[in-house]
Antibody, heavy 123, light 110 residues
Framework: QLQLQESGPGLVKPSETLSLTCTVS??????????WGWIRQPPGKGLEWIGT???????YYNPSLKSRVTISVDTSKTQFSLRLSSVTAADTAEYYC???????????????WGQGTLVTVSS | QSALTQPASVSGSPGQSITISCTGT?????????VSWYQHHPGKAPKVMIY???KRPSGVSNRFSGSKSGNTASLTISGLQAEDEADYYC??????????FGGGTRLTVL
């Protein structure tokens, strides 16, 4: 069973870059059956998909965040990372990493999630 | 890419059934049979309850069921239990390897 764990600073200053890492265990980050994603939840609001990466490095981003987001993968460390630039208070949220199961078009859902990490944007 | 539309809240008494709707467009819900539903208890990681519109992962109670008609997907919970009280989110494939979530529905068990 996959396990995912987010890590990174809990406080980021406005205009700086938010950086988080997700460590994957219990399975291979090189699996052809998985994409790896980031989702966030601002306080009192709903879930928002940020973006997804395949182990090959192919990335897919939410159009509303695309200009500020970079997701990368390090297969040697079984980790994938999120960078969100030029943050504002609106980027304060619980950030989750998750595995997206892909079955060649027959399934597409997040089956395992990290516990989440709260990132606050404040000076 | 706009968020899928869900009612903000629904409620029901123990033993009753409730249905949560999730309305998208012909670019997401209407075009793909790839809607998933997540249960989210505060402070915990979201948990998938339904995938591919109507399939249940192993271990999920058969009290949870899903369906779709046109651009609207639905989650039905029968035999409501206190432990079902949570936030529920739908999520749909939206083409080009992207996904979109619904705004979420707070379920209250009276």
């Amino acid at each position: 069973q996959l396990q995912l764990q987010e890590s990174g600073p809990g406080l980021v200053k406005p205009s700086e870059t938010l950086s988080l890492t997700c460590t994957v265990s219990g399975g291979s980050i090189r699996s052809s059956s998985y994409y790896w994603g980031w989702i966030r939840q601002p306080p009192g609001k709903g879930l928002e998909w940020i973006g997804t990466i395949y182990y090959s490095g192919s990335t897919y981003y939410n159009p509303s965040l695309k200009s500020r987001v970079t997701i990368s993968v390090d297969t040697s460390k079984t980790q994938f990372s999120l960078r969100l630039s030029s943050v504002t208070a609106a980027d304060t949220a619980e950030y989750y990493c998750a595995s997206l199961l892909y079955c060649g078009g027959d399934c597409w859902f997040f089956d395992y999630w990290g516990q989440g990490t709260l990132v606050t944007v404040s000076s | 890419q706009s968020a899928l539309t869900q009612p903000a809240s629904v409620s029901g008494s123990p033993g009753q059934s409730i249905t949560i709707s999730c309305t998208g467009t012909s670019s997401d819900v209407g075009s793909y049979n790839l809607v998933s539903w997540y249960q989210h208890h505060p402070g915990k990681a979201p948990k998938v309850m339904i995938y591919e519109g109507s399939k249940r992962p192993s271990g999920v109670s058969n009290r949870f069921s899903g369906s779709k008609s046109g651009n609207t997907a639905s989650l039905t919970i029968s035999g409501l239990q206190a432990e079902d009280e949570a936030d529920y989110y739908c999520c749909s494939y939206a083409g080009s390897s992207t996904v979109v979530f619904g705004g979420g529905t707070r379920l209250t068990v009276l």
